[in-house]
């Protein structure tokens, strides 16, 4: 293949990948978080909003160099099927309609489990960085943090679209509706509001489908729910978290309904504390509030509403890491930082207790 036609393939697919992308999120985006944003408070997962125009510039970006990585195997992957390596077909009559519907079913099953298995892996903690930091950059996910991917990662997402040409006989047809379909599924996943309605996750059938608070959550709290369209895996595996059930049918009803923790209460640790003051300077707002002893800064933050970054709370992502720029904490666990960021002064909220009565912190 010549690099001119290559280049022009390339151009026009992913230019199909992002308007696609665009005819789905954009709408969902601008209807919930910009003009109804108000009237559909009522069903935001997060009740809090820290999603800004940071977050948003973010996905944009990490979104462009995901289609494009699409876009190169969608190239190579039409070249190899040209070539006839593949078992993709046009012809209906060549297997069957009943064909075609069995071949959806499979579709969405073994790409299910191959989410499942993959993205947990991504949550390892040595590859963690490698792979899946970008995407969990939103903690309070929007329609457009969707497909935003390194690199790497859209590699992964994009594996089963890519192998499995070459495995089963797949219609173009099936292969475009499984696509819609994955789409629509990772929009609503991250949409930020519930429009899956109450008794969804208690109807027989229905509540093995997973619902935007089923993935939300997952962004919220990182260690569980890595499902992506059915809950079985989740449950099957023991990582759906306990109070799923119970936070989508709180946002319908706003109760005081027991839910995990954000993050775990700190233990009595041979740690010393001490009731402080900490500013934090994010994305050039500035917060200040109290820290209650023994709850970890980030804690205390989220405790009294502070849009304070975060996703693990294990100190093992580095979402959390600010730079302390004046006073004094101690850090239960760090898995995260390395020498030369300890040696400059970043920190993980998540794991850091004031030792100075003031601290002021930087997020770079």
């Known amino acids: 293949m010549q690099f001119q036609t290559f280049f022009s393939q390339f151009l026009e697919a992913f230019l199909e990948n992002a308007l696609t992308y665009a005819l789905f999120a954009f709408p969902f985006f601008l209807a919930f978080w910009v003009i109804w944003k108000k009237k559909l408070q009522s069903i935001r997962i997060q009740e809090v909003e820290r999603a800004n125009i940071h977050h948003f510039k973010h996905d944009l970006l990490h979104s462009t160099s995901t289609f494009m990585v699409f876009a190169i195997l969608d190239v190579v992957l039409v070249y190899l099927q040209s070539k006839g390596y593949t078992k993709m077909y046009y012809d209906v009559n060549q297997y069957g309609w009943i064909w075609m519907v069995v071949s ?15 993205h947990r892996a991504m949550h390892h903690p040595r590859l963690y960085k490698f792979f899946h930091r ?21 590699v992964v997402e994009a594996g089963m679209a890519f192998i499995l040409p070459f495995v089963m006989p ?28 109450k008794g969804w996750t208690k109807a027989p059938i229905l509540r093995h489908i997973t619902t935007s608070t089923h993935h939300n959550m997952h962004h919220q709290q990182f ?27 709180q946002i319908f009803e706003r109760k005081n309904i027991p839910s995990t923790p954000l993050i775990n209460t700190a233990s009595n640790e041979a740690q010393t504390s001490k009731k402080a003051t900490v500013t934090v300077n994010i994305q050039q707002k500035v917060y200040q509030f109290e820290t209650n ?11 009294q509403n502070i849009p304070m970054p975060f996703s693990c709370q294990k ?5 959390c890491k600010m730079k302390c720029v004046e006073g004094e904490v101690t850090m239960k666990r760090n898995q995260a930082l390395g020498e030369l960021e300890l040696k400059a002064g970043y920190i993980l909220t998540c794991q850091s207790l004031p030792l100075t009565d003031k601290v002021v912190l930087q997020k770079e």
């Not at 970008?134 to 859209?154: G, I, R």
């Not at 047809?173 to 930020?192: A, E, R, S």
């Not at 989740?234 to 978290?241: A, N």
């Open 104 to 118: 959806l079913g499979l579709l969405l099953i073994l790409n299910d489990a191959f989410f499942y298995w993959s």
């Open 170 to 197: 797949l219609h173009l047809g099936v292969i475009l509706t499984w696509q819609v379909l994955d789409m629509l599924n990772n929009v609503l996943g991250h949409l930020g509001y519930e429009v899956y309605p």
């Open 293 to 303: 002893s023994p709850q970890t800064i980030l804690q205390s933050g989220l405790a």
């Open 315 to 319: 100190g093992l992502c580095g979402t």
């Open 134 to 154: 970008v995407h969990h950059e939103s903690t309070d996910p929007s329609p457009l943090t969707a497909f935003a991917f390194h690199p790497s990662e859209a």
């Open 223 to 249: 260690n569980g729910n890595y499902a992506l369209y059915f809950t079985w895996w989740d449950k099957w595996m023991g990582t759906q978290f306990n109070d799923y059930e119970a936070r989508h049918e």
